[in-house]
C-alpha cells in the first residue's frame, strides 16, 4: 500500500488509512464485533507486515496488565481484536488501551480520549514548527525563559567552554547534568564535580554530545516530603487563546525510589491536580499502570494534598505562555522551591498523560479551544 494514503502525525507513525469506505467501516465497527472483526482484517490485509509487527507489543501489555492484577474481560483473541481496533479507530497506542481502561468503554467513551497517535496534529495546529528548537533544545529554551529559572544554567556546546564549565562547577555543587535535547528525565545526573576532575568529565560528557550543567533547586519541604532524594514538580500545562490563558490538566509528580528525577520514564508517579484548587484530585499512577493512594516509599497520602501558593504558580504559567506568543500549547514543569515557584522545563509536545490517573477522557475541550485558535487566527 503506498503511504501517501496514510494518515501521518508526525511525520513518522502511520495509524489510519483515511478513505471513504475505511470512514465508514470504522463507524460500523462501532456497533458490533462481527464488523470489528471485518475492520480488522481490512488492516491485516492492506499491511500485513505493520499488523503482525504489533502483536508482540500487544502481548506485552497484557502481559504487564495481568502482572499488575489485571483481568481480561473477554478471551484474548477478541482483546487482541479490540486493541487493533483501538489503534485505528481512535489512535491509541496499545499501553494506553488499558491506561485508559478502554476495554470497560464503548466508542464514544473511547472517543473521549486524546490518544498519542493523534496527539501529533494538535500540536501541529497550535503551535508553529519552527518555534520547536526553543523547546526541544535546552539551551535555546533556557535564552528565551532564563528570567524565570531562578538558578545559573550553562549549556554547553564546544570545547571552547572547558574553562566555563570549570568554574561553574566550583560554584555549584552538586550539579544537575542533562543531554541537551534530552525529555522524560533520560540521562540526568546530580554528581559533585571536584574541580580537578573538571576537566576531563567535560572530555568526556561533550564528547557523547551537547549537555547542560544546572545549578540545583534547592526544594521547599512541602513537596520534599514526599521523595525528598528527587525534585518533585507539577506539569502544568497551558492553551492560549488570544488574551486568555486556559490551564488544562496539571499534575503533581513525585519520584520514587533512588530517582532524582520525578519523571514517569524514570520510575516516577503522578496524580491530577485541581486546576482551581491546587489540590490533588486523583489517586498516583506510575507509567506501569500501579496506582497509588500513598506515596510508595514515605507513604505520605496524596489525594487532598495542596500546593502550596497554587495562584502563584498559575501567574507563573501564564507568563511563561506570553514569552512566545504564536505557540498556543506548551506543558510547563514547575518546582516549588526555596525561592517560591521557578521554571525547569517547558514542552511544546508534552504528552497528555493526565487522562490516566483519573480515567478522564479531555479531547472535547482541547478540540473546542484549537476551534477558537483556529478561528483568531
Excluded at 507513525?13 to 480488522?40: C, G, H, I, T
Excluded at 498519542?116 to 496534529?121: E, G, I, P, V
Excluded at 506539569?235 to 488570544?242: A, M
Excluded at 518546582?335 to 472535547?364: I, L, T
Aim: aromatic letters at 14%; proline letters at 5%.
Amino acid at each position: 500500500m503506498n503511504s501517501k494514503f496514510w494518515k501521518y502525525t508526525d511525520g513518522t507513525a502511520r495509524w489510519k488509512y483515511d478513505s471513504p469506505f475505511e470512514n465508514w467501516l470504522s463507524r460500523r465497527a462501532d456497533e458490533s464485533e462481527w464488523m470489528k472483526a471485518l475492520y480488522v482484517g481490512f488492516y491485516r490485509l492492506i499491511d500485513g507486515s505493520f499488523y503482525r509487527g504489533g502483536l508482540p507489543f500487544i502481548d506485552r501489555e497484557i502481559a504487564n496488565f495481568q502482572q499488575l492484577g489485571g483481568t481480561l474481560p473477554w478471551p484474548r483473541k477478541r482483546i487482541v481484536r479490540d486493541m487493533v481496533y483501538s489503534l485505528h479507530r481512535f489512535g491509541a497506542m496499545f499501553n494506553e488501551y488499558f491506561r485508559y481502561e478502554f476495554y470497560l468503554k464503548n466508542a464514544a467513551g473511547r472517543d473521549e480520549y486524546i490518544c498519542d497517535k493523534a496527539r501529533y496534529d494538535y500540536y501541529r495546529r497550535m503551535n508553529r514548527t519552527e518555534n520547536l528548537p526553543i523547546f526541544d533544545d535546552k539551551g535555546k529554551t533556557y535564552q528565551y525563559f532564563g528570567a524565570f529559572y531562578g538558578r545559573e544554567v550553562l549549556a554547553v556546546e564546544s570545547a571552547a567552554q572547558k574553562a566555563d564549565f570549570a568554574a561553574f562547577v566550583c560554584r555549584h555543587a552538586p550539579v544537575m547534568i542533562k543531554p541537551l535535547g534530552s525529555s522524560g528525565g533520560r540521562n540526568i545526573r546530580k554528581l559533585t564535580i571536584a574541580p580537578e576532575a573538571a576537566d576531563t568529565f567535560f572530555d568526556e560528557t561533550l564528547a557523547k554530545g551537547p549537555f547542560i550543567a544546572e545549578e540545583v533547586i534547592v526544594q521547599a519541604p512541602e513537596l520534599a516530603q514526599f521523595h525528598p532524594a528527587s525534585l518533585n514538580t507539577v506539569r502544568l500545562p497551558t492553551i492560549t487563546v488570544g488574551e486568555e490563558v486556559h490551564v488544562f490538566g496539571p499534575f503533581l509528580r513525585l519520584g520514587t525510589g533512588g530517582s532524582v528525577v520525578d519523571n514517569a520514564f524514570a520510575g516516577g508517579c503522578f496524580a491530577c491536580i485541581d486546576e482551581e484548587t491546587g489540590i490533588v484530585s486523583s489517586p498516583a499512577c506510575s507509567k506501569s499502570g500501579q496506582v497509588f493512594l500513598k506515596h510508595p516509599d514515605t507513604d505520605l497520602p496524596i489525594i487532598g494534598f495542596r500546593l502550596p501558593e497554587w495562584d502563584k504558580a498559575v501567574a507563573l504559567a501564564a507568563q511563561l505562555a506570553a514569552v512566545v506568543p504564536d505557540n498556543h500549547y506548551a506543558a510547563w514543569d514547575l518546582a516549588y522551591s526555596d525561592k517560591g515557584w521557578v521554571m525547569v522545563e517547558g514542552n511544546a509536545r508534552g504528552e497528555f498523560v493526565m487522562q490516566m490517573p483519573d480515567k478522564v477522557g479531555r479531547k472535547r475541550r482541547l478540540l473546542a479551544l484549537i476551534q477558537r485558535i483556529e478561528q483568531e487566527n
